[in-house]
């Protein structure tokens, strides 16, 4: 827990006075010795520590620990020498200090904390060894399980990243202590000024914080140029990346509002007229304070600062202001009276009668813990960003973020940033540009800095994708040059390539975009149109690879698109017919669905659709039994829409035995070998289970293509129907892709619907909580059959097993559809591809 060795720990030292022995007393159940019995050294350390001189007391701590008079007080001296090396933030030193504690079994206070170091320097795999032996020791203590828990995320965040990248930014930060960043341009879209809080050698305080033994701070300005191009950024711009941007030198704001005191963390309305900032007050060695202060810009200047009063007397502080986008709301990180720990953030409402800040109200447990919540930032997404060493974490303190409703308060739960946003040092202090989480600044004093603590520009790495793909013949697998690829996007893209002459096509990363429901249609001259659909959305981030050379990363897709030649009769997979009968089976009726897909997809061709039979029985009953199968087939497509004239049923007897293909893998494929005709001479001469599966096969349906150049004449009545009026033709379904703070309420009334229609449309919403990227039909009495027919939407408690086996297909080749799709990674609502 390195928060301490911020420079913002000399922002809230004041008001709390707390001796290093009687905290070790509150937290041990320990007695202190009587200070008369302590050794000279140790009662002079004690007295720094008290007054939070962290620095200066370890000092002394190391001189008295020979000078102790009793093994007693040697292991408070290593105790409160501990505490301080972790309040000043060094979690190496204070881990050896906590082991020599525990060794000399001063209490299981100590184990803990030698547990939150080794986790503070991202040794996690031995800090949960060291939890498992305090949670022997305090079984009934939740921390152990919180820390051991804190460890396995982290482990698993730093195998897993996220998408941002963390760079620090070199260009303004010091030697010293820089931690505090606040876009200070003309407008609240302007990102080209920043105010920066720093300990640097020009700050005006001079004096030495006994906390962390550095000079005071103050804040600081500095204004951007393009690198490129040598000259500023246009206002507001917020496609500027800091990356790409070279910072001014840091000049010090005046004297009106830099003193000898400390300032820091700014923050502006959303007029950017008026400036909030913490200033602490240190009169002649008494402490007075920390508080937030206010002040207005008159011409190039600022006029003098006020004070807001939001604490009830000088023995609380408060710092870190943060406006909401609308100047409802000030949050703010303080130790006012009903604190639930350490530091507390809290939020407050301006009253306008009263001219004067409301009383601020907690924002309770969601947010706060019995450790330290500070750093608020409100952002317009509609979260409360802020940092905590109370929540489960990395280390140190972590950045987290939590949804905020109307009156201002949190609602769900706190989500930690996860890495490389946080890590094993502190993370804190964390602004982002207006509209997004894309790009913004935070603070940290992770290795590899410049200073103790650093600024970090934070960039969300932006999601690149390819698809390259071949077309084939499923005759014989050869790829098919010079058919055409047609690209169609939920985004309005629609893209035309031609395949070169092995097959190939790409569509580049310059021609995809995120979150985007694709479909591939592909054509040739004497195949039929065949059809493949892709997603970028909600795509795991193990499938990427980050691409340094270009700041990407990239999402390489291929996909294998099998035209079916119109010279080759296609079988129908599973519709077959029980022996004499001619009634379609249950699994007849979606293979015949895919003939209906097909003459969609092939508006141009007509087709007969042709029913054979096995040998048994005579060949005039067959060719009855054929033509009545194949009419049944055919009245079936009808039914759902194809022309008549389109169709022909063709009863052929057994007069067409069926010949094993090469690469077969229907019924029967483990059973015979390619090259294989069944006729009657040759299934006689099997086994007896041969006969009947080779007769199965036989008793098949297949269609072939009578022609390619059909033109519809218009609607046909059938003889005796009173002509009908001509119904009107769906719509295309279209979609809603869910966003962050999407409800259903929002989304129907954006589209237009019921609530009511909505959960219709979607299978009923039982169980499915709206979360980002969710797929919601949208379009009443729209067209959704091609969707359906390739997608299968995940109910409550389904796994991957149990939707496999209700498809009748195998789970690798669902998971496998699904780039490894686990059963962890399910949600009520969200849709699978099947085909």
């Given at each position: 827990?390195k928060f301490?060795?911020?420079?913002?720990?000399?922002?809230?030292?004041i008001?709390i006075?707390v001796?290093?022995?009687?905290q070790?007393?509150?937290?041990?159940?320990k007695?202190?010795?009587?200070?008369?019995?302590?050794?000279?050294?140790?009662k002079k350390?004690?007295?720094y520590?008290?007054?939070?001189?962290y620095?200066k007391?370890?000092?002394?701590?190391?001189?008295a620990?020979?000078?102790?008079?009793?093994?007693?007080?040697?292991?408070?001296?290593?105790f409160n020498?501990a505490e301080?090396?972790?309040?000043m933030g060094?979690?190496?030193s204070?881990?050896?200090q906590y082991k020599?504690a525990?060794?000399m079994?001063?209490?299981?206070?100590a184990?803990?904390?030698?547990?939150?170091?080794?986790?503070?320097?991202?040794?996690?795999?031995d800090?949960i060894i060291e939890?498992e032996?305090y949670?022997?020791e305090?079984p009934?203590d939740?921390?152990a399980?919180?820390?051991i828990?804190?460890?396995?995320?982290?482990?698993?965040?730093m195998?897993n990243?996220?998408?941002?990248?963390v760079?620090?930014?070199?260009d303004?930060?010091?030697?010293?202590?820089?931690?505090?960043?606040?876009?200070?341009?003309?407008?609240?879209d302007?990102?080209?000024?920043?105010?920066?809080?720093?300990m640097?050698?020009e700050?005006?305080?001079?004096r030495?914080?006994?906390?962390?033994?550095?000079r005071?701070?103050?804040?600081?300005?500095t204004e951007s140029e393009?690198?490129k191009?040598?000259?500023r950024?246009?206002?507001?711009?917020k496609?500027s990346?800091a990356?790409e941007?070279k910072?001014?030198?840091?000049?010090?704001l005046?004297e009106?509002i830099?003193?000898?005191?400390?300032e820091?963390?700014v923050c502006f309305?959303?007029?950017?007229?008026?400036?909030?900032?913490?200033?602490?007050?240190?009169e002649?060695?008494?402490k007075?304070?920390?508080?937030?202060y206010?002040?207005k810009?008159?011409?190039?200047d600022w006029a003098?600062?006020e004070l807001?009063?939001?604490?009830?007397d000088?023995?609380?502080?408060?710092?870190h202001?943060s406006?909401?986008a609308?100047?409802?709301?000030l949050?703010?990180a303080?130790?006012l009276?009903?604190t639930?720990?350490?530091?507390d953030?809290w939020?407050?409402t301006?009253?306008?009668?009263?001219k004067a800040?409301?009383?601020?109200?907690?924002l309770?447990p969601?947010v706060?813990?019995t450790?330290?919540?500070?750093?608020?930032?409100?952002?317009?997404?509609g979260y409360?960003?802020?940092?905590?060493?109370?929540?489960?974490?990395?280390g140190?303190?972590?950045?987290?973020?939590?949804?905020?409703?109307?009156e201002?308060m949190?609602t769900?739960?706190a989500?930690?940033m996860?890495?490389?946003?946080?890590g094993?040092?502190?993370d804190?202090?964390?602004?982002?540009?207006?509209?997004g989480v894309k790009k913004?600044?935070m603070?940290?004093n992770r290795?590899?800095g410049?200073?103790?603590?650093?600024?970090?520009?934070?960039?969300?790495?932006p999601?690149?994708?390819?698809?390259d793909?071949?077309?084939?013949?499923?005759k014989?697998?050869?790829?098919i040059?010079?058919?055409?690829?047609?690209?169609?996007g939920t985004d309005?893209?629609s893209i035309?390539v031609?395949?070169?002459?092995n097959g190939n096509?790409?569509?580049e990363?310059?021609?995809?975009?995120?979150?985007?429901?694709y479909?591939i249609n592909v054509?040739k001259?004497?195949?039929?149109n065949n059809?493949?659909?892709f997603?970028?959305?909600g795509?795991n981030?193990s499938s990427?690879?980050f691409?340094p050379?270009e700041?990407?990363y990239?999402?390489?897709?291929r996909?294998?698109?099998k035209?079916d030649?119109?010279?080759?009769?296609i079988?129908?997979?599973?519709?077959f017919f029980?022996?004499?009968?001619w009634d379609?089976?249950?699994?007849a009726?979606n293979?015949?669905d895919?003939?209906?897909?097909i003459?969609n997809?092939?508006?141009?061709?007509?087709?007969e659709l042709?029913?054979?039979?096995?040998?048994r029985?005579?060949d005039e009953k067959?060719?009855?039994?054929?033509?009545?199968r194949?009419?049944t087939c055919?009245s079936y497509?009808?039914s759902?829409g194809?022309a008549k004239d389109r169709?022909?049923a063709?009863g052929?007897?057994e007069?067409?035995p069926?010949?094993?293909p090469?690469g077969?893998?229907?019924?029967?494929?483990?059973?015979?070998?390619?090259?294989?005709?069944?006729?009657?001479?040759?299934?006689?001469?099997?086994?007896s289970?041969k006969?009947?599966?080779a007769n199965?096969?036989?008793?098949r349906?297949d269609?072939?293509?009578a022609s390619?150049?059909y033109?519809p004449?218009?609607?046909?009545?059938?003889p005796g129907?009173?002509e009908k009026?001509k119904e009107?033709v769906?719509?295309?379904?279209e979609f809603?892709t869910?966003e962050a703070r999407?409800?259903?309420?929002?989304i129907?009334?954006?589209?237009?619907?019921?609530?009511v229609d909505?959960?219709k449309?979607?299978g009923g919403l039982?169980?499915?909580r709206?979360f980002?990227g969710?797929?919601l039909?949208?379009?009443?009495d729209g067209?959704?059959?091609?969707?359906?027919?390739?997608h299968?939407q995940?109910?409550?408690?389904d796994t991957?097993g149990s939707?496999?086996?209700?498809?009748?297909?195998?789970?690798?080749?669902?998971?496998?559809?699904?780039d490894?799709?686990k059963?962890k990674d399910?949600?009520?609502?969200?849709w699978?591809?099947i085909?």
């Amino acid at each position: 827990m390195k928060f301490f060795k911020t420079a913002l720990a000399a922002f809230f030292v004041i008001g709390i006075s707390v001796s290093g022995l009687a905290q070790s007393e509150v937290e041990s159940g320990k007695e202190s010795p009587k200070e008369e019995s302590l050794a000279k050294d140790t009662k002079k350390a004690n007295d720094y520590f008290e007054a939070k001189e962290y620095f200066k007391a370890a000092e002394l701590y190391k001189q008295a620990f020979s000078k102790a008079k009793s093994r007693k007080e040697k292991s408070d001296v290593t105790f409160n020498l501990a505490e301080c090396y972790r309040q000043m933030g060094d979690c190496k030193s204070a881990s050896a200090q906590y082991k020599r504690a525990s060794k000399m079994k001063y209490d299981a206070i100590a184990q803990l904390r030698y547990a939150d170091m080794l986790r503070c320097l991202g040794e996690y795999e031995d800090a949960i060894i060291e939890y498992e032996v305090y949670k022997q020791e305090k079984p009934g203590d939740g921390k152990a399980e919180e820390g051991i828990l804190s460890c396995k995320n982290a482990i698993e965040w730093m195998k897993n990243p996220s998408r941002y990248n963390v760079n620090n930014m070199k260009d303004f930060n010091s030697k010293g202590r820089d931690f505090g960043v606040s876009y200070a341009g003309k407008r609240a879209d302007d990102y080209s000024v920043l105010m920066i809080s720093s300990m640097r050698e020009e700050s005006e305080g001079k004096r030495e914080d006994g906390w962390t033994g550095e000079r005071y701070s103050d804040i600081f300005m500095t204004e951007s140029e393009r690198k490129k191009r040598g000259r500023r950024s246009p206002r507001g711009s917020k496609s500027s990346d800091a990356e790409e941007v070279k910072w001014s030198s840091l000049t010090p704001l005046s004297e009106m509002i830099n003193t000898k005191e400390h300032e820091g963390n700014v923050c502006f309305d959303s007029r950017m007229k008026t400036m909030y900032f913490t200033r602490c007050i240190n009169e002649k060695n008494v402490k007075m304070g920390c508080a937030i202060y206010t002040t207005k810009k008159m011409g190039q200047d600022w006029a003098q600062p006020e004070l807001v009063v939001l604490a009830p007397d000088s023995l609380s502080s408060v710092g870190h202001p943060s406006l909401s986008a609308d100047d409802k709301f000030l949050y703010i990180a303080g130790d006012l009276p009903g604190t639930r720990g350490g530091r507390d953030i809290w939020v407050t409402t301006y009253d306008k009668r009263k001219k004067a800040w409301n009383t601020p109200k907690n924002l309770g447990p969601k947010v706060n813990t019995t450790e330290d919540e500070l750093f608020p930032f409100a952002h317009d997404d509609g979260y409360l960003y802020f940092s905590s060493n109370g929540l489960p974490g990395m280390g140190g303190l972590d950045i987290f973020r939590i949804k905020v409703d109307e009156e201002g308060m949190p609602t769900g739960e706190a989500e930690n940033m996860q890495y490389p946003i946080n890590g094993n040092a502190d993370d804190f202090a964390i602004i982002w540009e207006k509209g997004g989480v894309k790009k913004g600044f935070m603070a940290s004093n992770r290795k590899g800095g410049r200073g103790e603590d650093d600024i970090y520009s934070v960039y969300m790495v932006p999601l690149k994708f390819t698809m390259d793909g071949v077309v084939t013949s499923t005759k014989d697998g050869t790829p098919i040059p010079q058919a055409t690829v047609r690209l169609d996007g939920t985004d309005g893209t629609s893209i035309i390539v031609n395949t070169d002459a092995n097959g190939n096509f790409v569509f580049e990363k310059d021609k995809l975009n995120e979150d985007v429901q694709y479909k591939i249609n592909v054509e040739k001259k004497k195949f039929l149109n065949n059809t493949a659909d892709f997603t970028t959305i909600g795509v795991n981030m193990s499938s990427f690879e980050f691409v340094p050379s270009e700041n990407i990363y990239l999402h390489s897709m291929r996909i294998e698109v099998k035209l079916d030649p119109i010279d080759v009769p296609i079988v129908l997979p599973n519709v077959f017919f029980d022996l004499a009968k001619w009634d379609l089976r249950p699994e007849a009726r979606n293979s015949l669905d895919s003939v209906v897909s097909i003459l969609n997809n092939n508006p141009n061709i007509t087709i007969e659709l042709r029913s054979h039979t096995d040998y048994r029985d005579t060949d005039e009953k067959n060719k009855v039994l054929s033509q009545h199968r194949a009419d049944t087939c055919v009245s079936y497509l009808i039914s759902k829409g194809i022309a008549k004239d389109r169709l022909t049923a063709v009863g052929m007897g057994e007069s067409d035995p069926f010949v094993i293909p090469e690469g077969y893998k229907g019924y029967g494929a483990d059973q015979f070998k390619a090259g294989d005709k069944l006729t009657e001479s040759w299934i006689k001469s099997q086994s007896s289970s041969k006969q009947e599966v080779a007769n199965q096969i036989n008793r098949r349906t297949d269609f072939r293509v009578a022609s390619d150049d059909y033109v519809p004449n218009g609607p046909v009545d059938k003889p005796g129907e009173v002509e009908k009026p001509k119904e009107d033709v769906k719509p295309i379904g279209e979609f809603h892709t869910c966003e962050a703070r999407d409800n259903f309420g929002k989304i129907a009334k954006q589209h237009k619907i019921s609530v009511v229609d909505l959960k219709k449309m979607n299978g009923g919403l039982r169980g499915v909580r709206v979360f980002e990227g969710l797929m919601l039909k949208v379009t009443k009495d729209g067209d959704y059959t091609a969707w359906d027919a390739d997608h299968y939407q995940v109910q409550l408690r389904d796994t991957m097993g149990s939707i496999a086996k209700s498809l009748d297909m195998k789970e690798k080749d669902l998971r496998d559809l699904n780039d490894g799709m686990k059963d962890k990674d399910l949600k009520p609502g969200m849709w699978l591809k099947i085909k």
